[in-house]
Every structure is written in structure tokens, then in C-alpha cells.
């Protein structure tokens, strides 16, 4: 073999080695996008998990407190309502905004303790109470590691290669888990 065919095979080579490693980046540039999207996917069934917990809870809470709070029937149907939309929400979002209705709605319903000191006093209802806060809880864990993870996704999406990716393998921006803009302010305490 001579000089000139040597150095076509060490060229060849060459390059034949960088496609390949080319090739393993961006299958594992792939895989990394899926990988990310199936997080988001796992941590947001926890969140499901959780809110079916908290909509599980919800009618015992209500038939407790209908017997002390009769005429709050409006608090009881809307609490209802939101319930069924939540269940039969098809997309995140729509699961989100059912979830966000029930948070203030519940907040509602909790506050009729305060109108009804027997109620206050009721072994049963404190226990669902404190169930439910547990709950609550449980979920404000979740909805930050689902918030989490959708960051980290969001995130890989707008870089330069991310968007590539994520486009090749159809991942699209996943939503954040946001607190309801009515949820942020302070509430207002009144006494008459």
C-alpha cells in the first residue's frame, strides 16, 4: 500500500468514527427527551394520585358538614361540580383548572367551621379535616416535583439541540402546576 491510499484510509476512518459519535450523541440526545417527558408524565400521575385522595375525602367532608351548615347549599353543589369536571378533564390543563376550582372551594368549606362552633367541636369532621390537610400537603409535594420536572423539560426544549429533540420525538412544552391567582392574595380577615 502506498502513502495516498494510507491516508484516505485514515481519513475515512476518521470520519466514519466522528458520524458514529455523532450519531450516539444524538441518539442519546433522543433518548434524554423522552426520558424527560415520561417524568413529567410519571410525576404528574402522582399528582393525580394525590387529588384523587383529596376528591375521595370530599364527600364525607360535605355530608358532615351539611348537617350542621343546611343553607351553605350553593358551597355544596359548586363543591360538586367541580368535582365531576375534574373527572372528567381529558387534558392536564383541564385537570389543572378543576383542581385550582376545588382548592378555593374547599377553602370555602372550611371556613364554615368558624360559623358553626359545633361543628368545631365534631370528632368526625376534625377528622376529615385533619385528613384532608394531610392531603393537601401530600399534593403541594407533588405539584412541586411535577413543577420540577416540567422545568427541566421546558427548560431542555429551549436550547438550541433541545428543540430539535424534542421536536423529532413530538414533545411538546408541558404546563406548570400554578396556584390560582386568587390562591396568591392574602386573605382578608374581617371581624364585625
Same mark, same amino acid.
Not at 91 to 100: E, L, M, R, S, Y
Not at 130 to 138: I, K
Not at 161 to 173: D, M, W
Given at each position: 500500500?502506498? #502513502?495516498?491510499?494510507?491516508?484516505?484510509?485514515?481519513? !475515512?476512518?476518521?470520519? !466514519?468514527?466522528?458520524?458514529?459519535?455523532? %450519531?450516539?450523541?444524538?441518539?442519546?440526545?433522543?433518548? #434524554?427527551?423522552?426520558?424527560? +417527558?415520561?417524568?413529567?408524565? /410519571?410525576?404528574?400521575?402522582?399528582? $393525580?394520585?394525590?387529588?384523587?385522595?383529596?376528591?375521595?375525602?370530599?364527600?364525607?367532608?360535605?355530608?358532615?358538614?351539611?348537617?350542621?351548615?343546611?343553607?351553605?347549599?350553593?358551597?355544596?353543589? /359548586?363543591?360538586?361540580?367541580?368535582? =365531576?369536571?375534574?373527572?372528567?378533564?381529558? =387534558?392536564?390543563?383541564?385537570?389543572?383548572?378543576?383542581?385550582?376550582?376545588?382548592?378555593?372551594?374547599?377553602?370555602?368549606?372550611?371556613?364554615?367551621?368558624?360559623?358553626?362552633?359545633?361543628?368545631?367541636?365534631?370528632?368526625? *369532621?376534625?377528622?376529615?379535616? +385533619?385528613?384532608?390537610?394531610? =392531603? $393537601?400537603?401530600?399534593?403541594?409535594? $407533588?405539584?412541586?416535583?411535577?413543577? +420540577?420536572? !416540567?422545568?427541566?423539560?421546558? =427548560?431542555?426544549?429551549?436550547? !438550541? *439541540?433541545?428543540?430539535? *429533540?424534542? /421536536?423529532?420525538?413530538?414533545?411538546?412544552?408541558?404546563?406548570?402546576?400554578?396556584?390560582?391567582?386568587?390562591?396568591?392574595?392574602?386573605?382578608? %380577615?374581617?371581624? #364585625?
Amino acid at each position: 500500500m502506498n #502513502n495516498g491510499m494510507k491516508g484516505i484510509l485514515i481519513a !475515512v476512518a476518521v470520519i !466514519v468514527l466522528l458520524l458514529g459519535i455523532v %450519531v450516539m450523541w444524538g441518539i442519546g440526545q433522543y433518548n #434524554n427527551v423522552i426520558t424527560m +417527558d415520561e417524568r413529567v408524565k /410519571s410525576q404528574w400521575a402522582q399528582v $393525580e394520585n394525590q387529588l384523587k385522595r383529596r376528591y375521595d375525602l370530599i364527600p364525607n367532608l360535605v355530608e358532615t358538614v351539611k348537617g350542621y351548615a343546611r343553607h351553605e347549599r350553593g358551597t355544596f353543589e /359548586s363543591i360538586a361540580q367541580a368535582r =365531576t369536571k375534574y373527572f372528567q378533564a381529558d =387534558t392536564v390543563q383541564g385537570k389543572i383548572q378543576a383542581a385550582q376550582q376545588v382548592e378555593g372551594l374547599l377553602s370555602r368549606l372550611l371556613l364554615l367551621k368558624e360559623a358553626y362552633p359545633q361543628l368545631k367541636a365534631n370528632e368526625s *369532621f376534625l377528622k376529615l379535616q +385533619d385528613s384532608l390537610e394531610g =392531603t $393537601e400537603n401530600r399534593i403541594a409535594v $407533588e405539584r412541586k416535583r411535577y413543577n +420540577d420536572t !416540567v422545568r427541566e423539560l421546558n =427548560t431542555y426544549r429551549r436550547t !438550541v *439541540f433541545g428543540r430539535f *429533540f424534542a /421536536s423529532l420525538a413530538g414533545v411538546n412544552e408541558a404546563l406548570y402546576y400554578e396556584v390560582p391567582q386568587e390562591q396568591r392574595e392574602t386573605p382578608k %380577615v374581617k371581624f #364585625n
